[in-house]
């Protein structure tokens, strides 16, 4: 019995209560970026203070592009937003070598704020305000242009999508597709829309309740092909 009572330690190590908040900036309007809840960008954290090559550990940035994780453990990071539709702030050569990095080292410990400045491939804006029409349609306009002025990330644009649900977390990952209308474009045919107002309607949806409605607008990037966005929209069909 004493034998097998000693092979038992106490562990002693405090929870991790440690946060980490911040922004993923857009550098065209200097706003948080617009991204997916649980399925866009994401966080990727390296602690190095016990190892040059640790694994690393990763948390979502909300869909208004803000992040906020409050269980790290103190120590020295490694800092990188990585998956989103903008030009990557790690980037390397045909030969594996890094020549661009824009990741962030820095101690955490207590409430450690960050913010990141990034070139989005398309920065999508609402023109006007949705109207909602007789037949319960929705007709919104928007438009797109570049987020970026380097020329080996702009791409071509590949489609936008007019996303419905029924609660706030709407995107690629949320939508009603009974409600909700894409448009596709082939070769640089969506590249003569960049700067234009741009008309979708959404198909018809039941009345007497409240939809959240947003834009996409896709290139055909070579990382993820993730949807840039516009903000969320709230409409009610009577």
Request: with cysteine; proline share 5%; glycine share 8%.
């Amino acid at each position: 019995m004493f034998t097998a009572n000693s092979c038992f330690k106490t562990d002693d190590y405090g929870a991790p209560s440690e946060t980490l908040t911040g922004s993923i900036i857009d550098s065209v309007t200097g706003l948080p970026i617009q991204t997916e809840q649980g399925n866009g960008i994401r966080i990727r954290l390296d602690e190095l203070s016990w190892s040059s090559n640790p694994v690393p550990q990763y948390f979502w940035v909300m869909q208004n592009g803000n992040f906020n994780d409050t269980k790290l453990f103190t120590g020295y990071y490694r800092i990188t937003p990585v998956d989103g539709p903008f030009v990557p702030l790690i980037q390397q050569d045909s030969n594996g070598d890094t020549i661009v990095n824009n990741s962030r080292m820095m101690e955490i410990n207590g409430v450690t704020k960050v913010n990141f400045m990034v070139e989005p491939f398309l920065n999508v804006q609402w023109v006007g305000e949705p109207v909602v029409n007789a037949d319960s349609t929705v007709t919104v306009n928007f438009k797109f242009t570049r987020g970026t002025t380097n020329p080996d990330w702009q791409f071509n644009v590949t489609d936008v999508y007019l996303f419905v649900s029924e609660v706030p977390y709407v995107g690629n990952s949320n939508f009603d597709s009974r409600y909700s209308t894409q448009v596709t474009y082939s070769g640089t045919a969506g590249n003569a829309l960049l700067g234009q107002t741009i008309t979708i309607n959404t198909k018809v949806m039941p009345g007497s309740r409240n939809y959240y409605i947003r834009v996409g607008a896709r290139t055909a990037d070579n990382v993820q092909k993730r949807y840039n966005y516009t903000d969320v929209k709230m409409v009610a069909i009577p």
